[in-house]
């Protein structure tokens, strides 16, 4: 069963003016579509077809440059999407709320230390809030597409927020400047998606 570009749930336009539509077309048309395409290509007639993502990811072979780089990609982009949201994002609340003051002391010293991790990566990657068993969290990042759930990775647990820092996703509307995109991204998250994704991750 070959995997398929999820859908995004909202128009292309729904995020302006943080994320602008153009950018968003192309992301996720013709860069998320093709990691899903590549990653078909890469698993077909192995004995990785079939399984989950999660699955090959967590168990992936890093030599396994295809599966790794498209794996990675896919899976990251299908979470991106749904951690934004144009309307209906809710607010910090609850047992993530609690978690996040108990690791960071505040909802800003949040945002400025996974700030810092999304400026601070150099070339491209993206920045993460995991959650681990037990309900601890920890802000990580990781270059290209790689992943907290892939193996041996600096960054461990479950993502349940990503921010892709890759050029691709900001250069149009930004070009250099990575903080303002960073900035504007905290104006359009789904913090009820985020909040669903620690109570099922912790
Ligand atoms: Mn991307």
Redesign the pocket.
């Known amino acids: 069963m070959a995997f398929e570009l999820p859908k995004l749930g909202y128009a292309y336009d729904a995020l302006e003016p943080h994320m602008d539509a153009r950018t968003m077309e192309i992301?996720h048309s013709k860069?998320h579509q093709g990691y899903t395409n590549n990653l078909n290509n890469a698993i077909v007639g192995t004995d990785l077809d079939g399984k989950s993502i999660e699955d090959i990811l967590a168990n992936l072979d890093m030599s396994n440059g295809a599966v790794r780089n498209n794996g990675g990609g896919f899976y990251n982009?299908s979470l991106f999407w749904t951690v934004m949201n144009p309307e209906d994002r809710g607010y910090l609340s609850g047992e993530l709320k609690n978690a996040i003051e108990a690791a960071y002391g505040s909802k800003d010293e949040f945002i400025a230390a996974f700030s810092k991790a999304a400026a601070t990566r150099f070339g491209s990657g993206w920045a993460w809030l995991c959650a681990h068993k037990g309900g601890k969290i920890e802000i990580c990042s990781t270059p290209n597409q790689d992943n907290p759930l892939m193996p041996g990775v600096s960054c461990g647990g479950t993502p349940i927020l990503g921010l892709?820092v890759?050029e691709?996703?900001y250069y149009l509307n930004y070009q250099n400047r990575r903080p303002d995109y960073i900035k504007a991204f905290f104006n359009v998250i789904n913090w009820n998606e985020v909040e669903r994704r620690y109570a099922e991750a912790k």
């Open positions: 992301h860069h982009h892709d890759w691709h996703a």
